[in-house]
């Protein structure tokens, strides 16, 4: 096994890793924390890229700073679908489960409708750094994936700043927890999960953005990370962020080194083996509750 | 209503729609017709674990594809001895490998409940399709081509032999789906639905039904999976791990109801009519779309599917 070729695997496992945490971060606090399986999320995650490729490809702004642009937008996107969600199956009690047939339902109209509008072409953004690399000995960190990668985990330090050191945030982590408690301090347990879920469809615009710099966007991407996102969630246990990075790193590590030595068609049942087994031997996760 | 009277007048039922497509003489609708039959069994099989255990199956393309690929590794043996197997027994032979996987997936997901199961079907979809995508002999990415024969004895046109083969398999799990229902396995199967734990604790056997359940769900995917390939001609694995059948066996008995066996062929019938249409007269992107706006619709506005919404009309009726 030659030594750079490993080397530079990592790393470039690292980066991947670092754009998994971004597509990541919001299923973690839907799904783990708010237990909201929005199976959807890879989907509004399309739907970022689309509109992040539609503003730079016209206006020539880069595609992320087009996304911290429409950061409000996706956050109220969030509200609305978080309002007819608890409207719809919360309200009436726990079927969770139609719930889920719900989000299975929203993530192909998002995708039909992207392709209805789009065509199924491939769209790719031009960025300043789309070319470069930056070269440390034998080491080599294309800035198409370090640029996602190092905006995607000062996201994810923002997010977990607020999660542990805000009124919100602990509140979000309480309703996690126990509703009912919340309720009797006079904090609406629907008021934190609206804000919560809206949170997490707006990381949604940012992780959008970060996929179609790193590779040509498709309508149907999103599926590739339907998997992958709930397999990292799960692997870092369930709600914790800090484990939601570590798995995400891990994932992306294996999958990178999968790539390199077996070819990128095998690099899938890697991290979906993972999952299965995961889900099988420990449904908590590396760091759960 | 007893079984043998209720086979009887579905056989009869099957064997008159038959003769008025030979009536009508028209190849196409043999066509769609094959298409609609085999959601019907789609359909039908993901009621059998997700309607009455509660168990949700995404990864139901997964299953499907299983009967596809066991017809075309049979096929290309075939090819090398110059035989092949007549369709029923491929049938047979995919029915019995999707089974297993089904009993495979019930063994993995022994903890897993709810949400969890869902995703992990899900996964087992994607790793079941990467080493189909990967493995040479079955075409793997660049697809497999099966030669369809031309015409059969007495039947005349192929399509419609395969048609027949569909119209069986639909008697075969609508049966098989009502049976189910009535016996004390459905009843089993119902109180995992409601309550597992409670139904655990009051000594009903539930991995065991859990494990039919998987098992019978899966062979019937299986089964409709089979003569596909026949069907198409050329079999790649984007047709056959088409995410679109996950949506479709999960919407079908959503839109029908899924308490009962009525409600998924309910469902199933109408939705791909449906799509049959939308696909010849504006785009099958358009029909997707249109699945996905009405199982959304139906989730949200009848709960109950259509079988429920007739029911609480005519129960209203009833009263006044």
């Known amino acids: 096994m030659q030594f750079d070729l490993l080397i530079n695997a990592i790393i470039a496992g690292l980066m991947l890793g670092g754009f998994y945490a971004a597509v990541t971060a919001g299923i973690s606090i839907s799904f783990g924390m708010l237990d909201i399986v929005n199976i959807a999320h890879p989907g509004f995650i399309v739907l970022g890229s689309y509109i992040a490729y539609i503003v730079s490809a016209n206006f020539g702004i880069d595609p992320i700073i087009v996304a911290i642009l429409a950061l409000p937008a996706f956050y109220a996107l969030g509200t609305g679908v978080y309002g007819i969600y608890f409207q719809s199956f919360e309200k009436r009690g726990q079927d969770a489960l139609r719930g889920l047939a719900f989000f299975f339902g929203l993530l192909f109209v998002t995708e039909v409708t992207l392709i209805l509008v789009f065509g199924v072409d491939y769209r790719t953004v031009d960025t300043a750094y789309a070319g470069g690399s930056l070269k440390l000995g034998i080491m080599e960190f294309p800035l198409r994936m370090l640029v996602p990668a190092l905006v995607s985990i000062a996201m994810f330090a923002a997010l977990q700043l607020y999660m542990s050191r805000t009124f919100i945030g602990r509140a979000v982590m309480a309703v996690s927890q126990d509703p009912q408690a919340l309720e009797l301090m006079a904090i609406d347990p629907t008021r934190i999960k609206r804000i919560a879920f809206s949170i997490s469809m707006a990381t949604c615009a940012l992780a959008g953005a970060f996929l179609i710099v790193i590779q040509p966007v498709l309508p149907s991407s999103g599926r590739e990370y339907i998997g992958r996102v709930f397999a990292i969630c799960v692997l870092g246990g369930l709600g914790s962020l800090p484990g939601t990075l570590i798995a995400a790193l891990l994932i992306g590590v294996i999958e990178s080194i999968a790539t390199t030595f077996y070819g990128p068609s095998w690099a899938p049942a890697v991290s979906f083996g993972l999952l299965l087994l995961t889900l099988a031997v420990r449904p908590s996760g590396l760091l759960g509750r | ?320």
């Open chain 2, 1 to 320: 209503m007893h079984t043998p009277k209720f086979t009887l007048i579905l056989v009869s039922v099957a064997a008159a729609l038959f003769i008025a497509f030979r009536m009508i003489g028209n190849d196409y609708l043999f066509f769609a017709g094959y298409t609609v039959l085999q959601y019907v069994v789609i359909a039908t099989a993901w009621n059998i674990l997700g309607g009455y255990c509660g168990y949700v199956n995404f990864g139901s393309a997964g299953f499907f594809a299983v009967g596809v690929y066991s017809t075309v590794f049979f096929y290309n043996i075939g090819q090398q001895f110059d035989f092949q197997l007549p369709i029923p027994v491929l049938m047979v032979i995919g029915g019995l490998m999707a089974g297993l996987l089904g009993l495979g997936m019930g063994y993995l997901t022994l903890r897993l409940r709810g949400v969890f199961f869902a995703i992990a079907t899900l996964a087992l979809l994607v790793v079941i399709e990467t080493f189909v995508v990967n493995w040479s002999f079955v075409g793997g990415s660049r697809g497999a081509y099966i030669i369809p024969p031309s015409e059969i004895p007495i039947l005349g046109a192929f399509i419609q032999y395969l048609f027949l083969l569909m119209l069986i398999l639909v008697v075969l799990s609508l049966v098989a789906a009502r049976t189910i229902e009535r016996s004390s396995l459905g009843v089993g199967f119902a109180t995992i639905r409601d309550d597992e734990l409670a139904a655990e604790a009051s000594g009903v056997p539930t991995l065991r039904l859990k494990l039919i359940a998987t098992v019978v769900s899966g062979a019937l995917f299986g089964m409709a999976g089979a003569p596909f390939p026949y069907y198409i001609g050329y079999v790649e694995p984007g047709s056959a791990f088409n995410l679109a059948y996950s949506v479709n066996a999960i919407a079908m008995p959503m839109i029908g109801g899924t308490m009962t066996w009525v409600g998924p062929m309910v469902g199933a019938l109408l939705l791909s009519t449906l799509q049959q249409v939308i696909t010849v007269t504006i785009s099958s992107a358009a029909n997707l779309l249109i699945t996905g706006l009405l199982l959304i619709g139906f989730v949200i506005l009848a709960p109950k599917g259509l079988v429920g919404l007739w029911q609480s009309l005519t129960a209203g009726r009833k009263q006044t």
